[in-house]
């Protein structure tokens, strides 16, 4: 069974920078693709950031340039670095497999504000 640990998250002020982790289970990252979702209140999850076999990357318009996936075979951990953090960006922040999706974790909270 997979599963799916993030943390890192935080309050932080507006421009500030974060990274956060998601620890998986289950599966091997290197093999999987695995992305970066985030849901602010009232608004659906949304995902932000993918990874997948060979490196690939992808971002939505809305991150690209400030964010940047990464993993580390060794740890099996992917990771959602968040530069130039803008209010916006206040969420909680989840990772999941894709296409299809695991039992969701608990996410991790980004509040971002001055």
């Known amino acids: 069974q997979v599963q799916l640990v993030e943390s890192g998250g935080g309050l932080v002020q507006p421009g500030g920078s974060l990274r956060l982790s998601c620890a998986v289970s289950?599966?091997?990252?290197?093999?999987?693709?695995v992305g970066w979702y985030r849901q602010a209140p009232g608004k659906q999850r949304e995902l932000v950031a993918s990874?997948?076999?060979?490196?690939?990357?992808n971002y939505s318009d809305s991150v690209k340039g400030r964010f940047k996936i990464s993993r580390d075979s060794a740890k099996n951990t992917v990771y959602l670095e968040m530069n130039g953090l803008k209010p916006d960006d206040t969420a909680v922040y989840y990772c999941?497999?894709?296409?299809?999706?695991?039992?969701w974790g608990q996410g991790t909270q980004v509040t971002v504000s001055s």
């Open positions: 999941n497999l894709l296409p299809f999706n695991e039992p």
């Open positions: 289950g599966r091997i990252v290197s093999f999987a693709t």
């Open positions: 990874i997948a076999r060979f490196g690939i990357t």
